[in-house]
T-cell receptor, first 114, second 114 residues
Framework: GESVGLHLPTLSVQEGDNSIINCAYSNSASDYFIWYKQESGKGPQFIIDIRSNMDKRQGQRVTVLLNKTVKHLSLQIAATQPGDSAVYLCADRAIDNYGQNFVFGPGTRLSVLP | EAQVTQNPRYLITVTGKKLTVTCSQNMNHEYMSWYRQDPGLGLRQIYYSMNVEVTDKGDVPEGYKVSRKEKRNFPLILESPSPNQTSLYFC?????????????FGPGTRLTVT
């Protein structure tokens, strides 16, 4: 079946270091891939997306890389700060004759150590 | 302030007692959706709506109903709740179905069915 998974459920990094969060997906028909940040007790917050015809996209302190050959997605956070501590969710979107389908991964918890 | 609101935020109910979780957005978004979030399973889409009077099933629609009579509101109805519907529910919206990958989520509704 289709799935979006994660290589690591938890990640701890030192403040100021770079973080890399990985995600695998299985649907080769997905047209967009998305990263969300979810803080405790809150709803997911959109961070960045990447279209399937791109392999890299940069935002403010974040970069998303897409490798369609191995169906792998990653989120890089530069100079990680305490405020980056949260669960990070990857997701993909596919559109077919039946409508839209979103598949979310279970999330990676990022802890930033002082 | 642009936001998605949900009510109630917390609800404990008994099996079989009909309930409605309301969702409202003030951003004039066309696209709205409902998700449930369960440990280890990630977010799963229940229903979505591309515009007023247009709704479609997501991955886990069984036991739920929705309606979209107005652009700003998208209530989730559980006609006969069961314990397996105990979950954390999120409503989300985006400007259009084409931009549905960039969703703005509400704060969540934690539902417990006993």
């Amino acid at each position: 079946g289709e799935s979006v998974g994660l290589h690591l459920p938890t990640l701890s990094v030192q403040e100021g270091d770079n973080s890399i969060i990985n995600c695998a997906y299985s649907n080769s028909a997905s047209d967009y891939f998305i990263w969300y940040k979810q803080e405790s007790g809150k709803g997911p917050q959109f961070i960045i997306d990447i279209r399937s015809n791109m392999d890299k996209r940069q935002g403010q302190r974040v970069t998303v890389l897409l490798n369609k050959t191995v169906k792998h997605l990653s989120l890089q956070i530069a100079a990680t700060q305490p405020g980056d501590s949260a669960v990070y969710l990857c997701a993909d979107r596919a559109i077919d004759n039946y409508g839209q389908n979103f598949v979310f991964g279970p999330g990676t918890r990022l802890s930033v150590l002082p | 302030e642009a936001q998605v609101t949900q009510n109630p935020r917390y609800l404990i109910t008994v099996t079989g007692k009909k309930l409605t979780v309301t969702c409202s957005q003030n951003m004039n978004h066309e696209y709205m959706s409902w998700y449930r979030q369960d440990p280890g399973l990630g977010l799963r889409q229940i229903y979505y709506s591309m515009n007023v009077e247009v709704t479609d099933k997501g991955d886990v629609p069984e036991g739920y109903k929705v309606s979209r009579k107005e652009k700003r509101n998208f209530p989730l109805i559980l006609e006969s709740p069961s314990p397996n519907q105990t979950s954390l529910y999120f409503c989300a919206s985006s400007p259009s179905w084409q931009l549905s990958y960039e969703q703005y989520f509400g704060p969540g509704t934690r539902l417990t069915v006993t």
